[in-house]
């Protein structure tokens, strides 16, 4: 598989340029395709209605009959930092379905890449950090934020096995009153593990822990850095 780092993690990517040269006759310029993620989005989208659709615990129930809002994207350069929409107003009891989209230096969408077997899919997890959140399961009111990544198929077209399985390509996600307030600091990551065997380890608790690096060792391959700001739509 390609490996899709942001220039802040591989450094040495600084060093490339768009062209090297030949030592041919007439010493004319070598094209080189530059490697890794030159962009990428989060695309955030209220959920209403649907068959009980709510927040329980570490999980939702209901999402897969909710009725979907207009979708808003945070717009990223190859350094995760936010080039539009970046300070992101969420109404903080509202459920919002997150993807992730990411292009190569060839406009060629990439996000796929990380979940097109399962093989390769147990590498990589998505975490979502930063904010102070108080969890849902910290709360005896289900007010707390949840993130819960749910990938349904491979790109192979097998299906994801639990929550065990999936990855974060795509997610549901909610700050709950309890965190209604100031501005926050928050990264969605997606990190590669060493082995594929820490995947399994990763539990729906794990989302926000700020020693998830120390947890599962292995390489944030991309860290998208923006803002959000928690209130009810009618305060705005």
Known sequence: M???HFKFFLPSLLAVSLFTFSCSDDDDPVPVIQE??????LVFTALSGGDGLSAHGDHFHGLSNAVEGEP??????SDGIATSGGHLH????????????????EGERVEGDFTKDKGTADLYKAFFQGGNFILNTETDDESGAIFQPRDQTYGDGTAVEGQYETTGMLSYFIIGASN???TVNVSYVLREFNSSDTKAAVTRLDWNAADYSQKYPGTDVLKLNFEIHAEHAHDH
Do not use: C, T
Request: aromatic share 14%.
């Open 2 to 4: 390609k490996k899709y």
């Open 36 to 41: 890794g993620i030159e962009k990428a989005s």
């Open 72 to 77: 808003r994207a945070i717009e990223f350069n």
């Open 90 to 105: 969420l109404d903080p009891e509202v459920i919002y379905k997150l993807e992730l989209r990411a292009w190569d230096y």
């Open 180 to 182: 209604e307030g100031a």
